[in-house]
């Protein structure tokens, strides 16, 4: 029998660190995907980001009086 052809490069599952599976990819097994996506679906996973002041856009300061 023919070894299947890895397109990825195998690494350690990210919840257990024990070594992935090419059906769970990049997981070892179902119970760690699902443990992924419950961590993303509360909010677990989220890129911080800085929220600007209001006003303090110059490239909404249109004089209308200069047409």
């Known amino acids: 029998m023919v070894d299947p052809v890895r397109l990825k490069p195998r ?3 990210p919840i257990c660190k ?3 599976t ?3 990819h990049p997981f ?3 119970h760690c995907s699902q443990v992924d996506l419950n961590r993303w679906l509360g909010g677990n996973y989220a890129i ?3 929220e600007s002041e ?3 856009d110059t490239d909404l300061d249109i004089d ?3 047409d």
Do not use: H, W
């Open 11 to 13: 690494r350690p599952c």
């Open 18 to 20: 024990k070594p992935s």
């Open 22 to 24: 090419q059906k769970f």
């Open 28 to 30: 070892c097994s179902s």
């Open 48 to 50: 911080p980001a800085v």
């Open 54 to 56: 209001e006003g303090t």
């Open 64 to 66: 209308p009086q200069k």
